[in-house]
Structures are given as C-alpha cells and as structure tokens.
C-alpha cells in the first residue's frame, strides 16, 4: 500500500460517521469517501457495513 494512514485504528467520531452517511446516501464512490474522511477505504467499507449503509461502486 503506498498511502501511509497516520490514524491508524482511530475511533470513528460522531461527526466522521454523519459525514459518512451523508456521502454514502448522495451515492458517493468508496474511494472518494475516503478520502473526504481521510480513512482507508478498508475502514469507511467495514463502518458503513456495520451501520447497514451500502456505498456505491464504479464499474
């Protein structure tokens, strides 16, 4: 991986989960989430699982 993540393992906050939704639910890419909350997209995938959001993908 040649993206260094300097919050490695960090607890989603309130706020970063909101943002997530919002993205989520105007059908953002994975990738750009991730980038706008500045976590892997490993971690935004495995969050928005666990909150039952599905994330659009570019085909």
Known sequence: MSEKFER???PW???EI????TLARKGMALKAIA???TR???SVKDRAR???LSIA???
């Open 8 to 10: 490695h393992r960090q």
């Open 13 to 15: 906050t309130p706020a």
């Open 18 to 21: 909101q943002k997530l939704h």
């Open 35 to 37: 980038k706008a909350l």
């Open 40 to 42: 892997s997209e490993e």
């Open 50 to 52: 666990a909150d039952g």
């Open 57 to 59: 993908r570019l085909h």
